[in-house]
């Protein structure tokens, strides 16, 4: 083992850990923006209680998801020098705008939601919130545009060895890119519908278990209150689903044209095959499905990893042109099932919880219902971190396709030493700031909402007494 494989490893387990944040923040600020403008609209107390309730989850998740995405760009300059060279003036515009334009609308905007509620006019304030929404989608935008530009580089000419961006708005509209950012913020809605199902489930089946019998009517209230937002999330969920599926055929024919060897990789297609079948299980092959999803042909002919070595190894020189196919194989059905299981769990959801004609009042939701909603909470995370590992770890040996190869981008002056230090520290890192995460969001929910107020956010009581501090940290790095 050497420098760069740990440099990898580095890269590797920070960002998928700052991965965990970045979809929940995205989909759970328009839901909490969602639940404001309902209070805004009509007035109910439980769209209040319910929108400071997730409110600050989503608080505790942007603040863990701030901290851990500075450590990325620190790593650019660590161990990865020789790439930030090359994509340094095609990165500079977008990542500037994301800086400048996105997150600082996003916090600032942020901040002032925070703050004013007790300060701001009702409607100021709820248009505060869906300015910084419009943010960390923005942000995901300009983010997801540069990572679309090294799996296909637009809009640029290699000057000196480095490459310099001469089509700003070619980078901008990549139509990988184009494809990428509805996929992944589709993608994101739906742990964020997850998360939100896991959450309302738990709560339904804490208060059924403190009072048993329904003779509590508050008790009644709560688990009708808490049936709202699971179905707006059912609702989320499910439609995240449709434009995840409608993007992602729309990305397996990107990926046919542009990065083949991803795609023959994800099928373990060794040899070009006319009507090439799809497995979705070892074992089992749907004919002609992969020629279909990747050209719209039932009949044409997907190149297999063995020719595009050859064919690479003629172009580019000697070297090992296929990525890791355990990994990508089982990426690619990993991100299928599981995403496909949430968005199935979704709408099995909203037919157990439709209004019948006759008795228009809302049905009993079922038990064995709320605790699959629970149990089913890591499943669109772990699809959506498996979809990144297919993306990331399919387009190796690139760094950035047909231009730079991952061995070329290591810092040359980086030891080995060094990297294992750092890469152990960042792991301890992480690991106390999933823990104190952790703590913070099964507390919060736990504790259940508070009584609905207009004023500004306060931390949950626990045992009579106001634990201040793991709530309002989050708030005041703004």
């Known amino acids: 083992m050497d420098a760069l494989d740990l440099a990898r490893w580095q890269f590797g387990i920070t960002t998928v850990y700052h991965f965990l944040f970045v979809p929940l923040t995205i989909g759970l600020g328009v839901f909490v923006a969602g639940l404001q403008t309902a209070w805004h609209r009509t007035g109910q107390e439980r769209y209040l209680t319910l929108t400071k309730f997730f409110g600050k989850l989503f608080l505790i998740n942007f603040a863990m998801g701030v901290v851990t995405g500075i450590v990325q760009e620190f790593q650019f300059g660590m161990n990865w020098s020789e790439y930030s060279v090359f994509v340094g003036d095609v990165f500079g515009a977008p990542l500037a705008l994301e800086a400048l334009l996105a997150f600082f609308l996003e916090s600032t905007f942020l901040g002032l939601w925070i703050f004013g509620w007790d300060r701001l006019p009702k409607r100021v304030h ?25 799996k296909h580089p637009v809009g640029y000419e290699v000057v000196g060895g480095r490459a310099r961006m001469t089509d700003l ?17 589709g993608a994101a809605f739906i742990v964020a519908g997850g998360f939100v199902l896991a959450v309302c489930g738990y709560r339904i089946l804490r208060e059924r278990r403190l009072d048993p019998d329904r003779t509590v ?46 795609l023959a990789a994800a099928e373990g297609l060794r040899h070009s095959t006319a009507g090439a079948p799809f497995s979705p299980v070892p074992g089992v092959e749907l004919p002609n499905v992969l020629s279909f999803l990747a050209t719209g042909d039932v009949d044409a002919v ?27 194989y089982w990426s690619f059905r990993v991100m299928i099932v599981f995403g496909m299981a949430t968005v199935a769990l979704s709408v099995l959801g909203l037919w157990l919880t439709r209004r019948r004609r006759r008795d228009p009042r809302p049905r009993p939701l079922p038990a064995w219902f709320a605790r699959a909603c629970l149990l089913a909470l890591p499943l669109p995370t772990l699809a959506m971190t498996a979809g990144w590992l297919l993306g990331e770890i399919g387009r190796q040996p690139w760094v950035v396709q047909g231009e730079l190869l ?18 152990a520290v960042f792991t301890a890192l992480y690991g106390a700031l999933a823990l104190a995460e952790a703590v913070l969001l099964v507390r919060h929910i736990k504790a259940g909402p508070e009584p609905a107020t207009p004023g500004p956010l306060t931390p949950p009581s626990r045992d009579g007494d106001e634990d201040r501090t793991a709530l309002l940290q989050p708030t005041l790095m703004y």
């Open 126 to 150: 709820l248009a505060t919130l869906w300015a910084a929404v419009i943010g960390s989608n923005l942000s995901a935008y300009f983010i997801l545009a540069a990572n679309a530009w090294m």
């Open 169 to 185: 708005w070619a980078v901008l509209t990549n139509p990988t890119a184009l494809a990428q950012v509805p996929h992944v913020v």
């Open 217 to 262: 009517p508050v008790r009644r209230g709560q688990e009708s209150m808490w049936r709202t937002p699971m179905r707006a999330a059912l609702v989320m969920t499910a439609v995240a689903g449709v434009v995840v599926a409608f993007t992602g055929d729309t990305s397996a024919k990107l990926l046919n044209e542009q990065q083949p060897m991803k």
């Open 302 to 328: 997907i190149r297999g990893t063995d020719d595009l070595q050859a064919a690479y190894a003629q172009q580019f020189g000697p070297a090992d042109y296929i990525p890791n196919l355990p990994v990508v």
């Open 406 to 423: 991952t061995a070329a981008s290591v810092s040359p002056g980086v030891s080995l030493t060094e990297v294992a230090i750092s890469l």
